[in-house]
């Protein structure tokens, strides 16, 4: 049975990320955010203390109360405890960020990888609907965040972007912010992705690349420059997928585990 038979019709999502703390209230049969989705800057330092008071704000804000909340953050998450903290302070590793912010907010709450809440929503409501198989979705931004999707069950915590390829992490060399940083036009940042996505494509052997991120935005620039065995198409929800998809996550653990199967 798809969890979402069950589920509520809408959900609280929340995307944590270094600049800004994203959230809406999201239509869970459609994917699409009820109303607008609000931006909060993220705290400088990123302390957990100081990140559950935006949430707090951002959740009065939205006008849900009582309603059940995803929250994406940048870590390694497992059971609700964060293992990795990217951008924010260190006092995140190892604390249960699910049962901490559940009792900050008074809401039921479920922590997610903000990579994997992007990667959800892109194989439920994107690019990667009605789509079968191995789903690989990467998202190219100051790092490279990667989900991955098999026969519409989620592998969590699947990095990698800290794959070493010519001796250099990935993310270091084919991110998004690279890109910018070091002014390399679309051929020769197209050949960076090239041999990046190759090596994943021989590892992985996926059936469907899904790009996201900002810079799928301009994905006409740089996936006509591609040539791998693998379809390689941009994401849909763009900047939304993050909390669209910690919205998911928050429905799906409520009644069983995330099955992304339309």
Same mark, same amino acid.
Request: charged share 15%; hydrophobic share 45%; aromatic share 4%.
């Given at each position: 049975?798809?969890? /979402?038979? =069950?589920?509520?019709?809408?959900? @609280?999502?929340?995307?944590?990320?270094?600049?800004?703390?994203?959230?809406?209230?999201?239509?869970?049969?459609?994917?699409?955010?009820?109303?607008?989705? /609000?931006?909060?800057?993220?705290?400088?330092?990123? =302390?957990?203390?100081? @990140?559950?008071?935006?949430?707090?704000?951002?959740?009065?804000?939205?006008?849900?109360?009582?309603?059940?909340?995803?929250?994406?953050?940048?870590?390694?998450?497992?059971?609700? @405890?964060?293992?990795?903290?990217? !951008?924010?302070?260190? $006092?995140?590793?190892?604390?249960?960020?699910?049962?901490?912010?559940?009792?900050?907010?008074?809401?039921?709450? $479920?922590?997610? !990888?903000?990579?994997?809440?992007?990667?959800?929503?892109?194989?439920?409501?994107?690019?990667?609907?009605?789509?079968?198989?191995? @789903?690989?979705?990467? =998202?190219?931004?100051?790092?490279?965040?990667?989900?991955?999707?098999?026969?519409? =069950?989620?592998?969590?915590? +699947?990095?990698?972007?800290?794959?070493?390829?010519?001796?250099?992490?990935?993310?270091?060399?084919?991110?998004?912010?690279?890109?910018?940083?070091?002014?390399?036009?679309?051929?020769?940042?197209?050949?960076?992705?090239?041999?990046?996505?190759?090596?994943?494509? +021989?590892? +992985?052997?996926?059936? /469907?690349?899904?790009?996201?991120?900002?810079?799928?935005?301009? $994905?006409?620039?740089?996936?006509?420059?591609?040539?791998?065995?693998?379809?390689?198409?941009?994401?849909? /929800?763009? !900047?939304?997928?993050?909390?669209?998809?910690?919205?998911?996550?928050?429905?799906?653990?409520?009644?069983?585990?995330? $099955?992304?199967?339309?």
């Amino acid at each position: 049975m798809n969890v /979402l038979d =069950t589920a509520p019709d809408a959900r @609280v999502g929340i995307d944590v990320g270094g600049t800004w703390i994203k959230g809406a209230l999201v239509n869970l049969e459609t994917g699409a955010p009820a109303g607008e989705v /609000l931006h909060l800057p993220t705290p400088a330092g990123g =302390t957990v203390e100081a @990140v559950a008071d935006t949430l707090e704000r951002l959740v009065g804000e939205l006008g849900a109360p009582g309603t059940a909340a995803g929250v994406a953050i940048p870590s390694i998450v497992q059971q609700g @405890v964060a293992w990795s903290a990217a !951008n924010m302070d260190h $006092s995140w590793v190892g604390l249960d960020v699910q049962a901490h912010l559940g009792a900050r907010l008074g809401l039921p709450v $479920s922590v997610v !990888n903000d990579a994997d809440a992007a990667g959800i929503a892109e194989a439920r409501y994107g690019a990667g609907k009605g789509r079968g198989g191995v @789903v690989l979705v990467l =998202t190219l931004g100051t790092g490279i965040g990667s989900a991955l999707i098999v026969d519409g =069950t989620l592998v969590p915590n +699947f990095e990698l972007g800290h794959l070493e390829v010519a001796g250099y992490k990935a993310e270091s060399v084919a991110s998004a912010v690279v890109r910018e940083r070091e002014g390399l036009g679309w051929d020769e940042y197209a050949e960076r992705l090239q041999q990046y996505l190759s090596h994943v494509e +021989f590892l +992985f052997s996926p059936d /469907l690349i899904i790009v996201g991120g900002g810079i799928s935005a301009c $994905s006409n620039e740089y996936l006509p420059r591609l040539s791998l065995r693998t379809p390689v198409v941009p994401a849909v /929800l763009q !900047n939304a997928a993050g909390v669209v998809g910690a919205a998911l996550q928050s429905a799906a653990s409520r009644v069983g585990p995330l $099955s992304l199967a339309v």
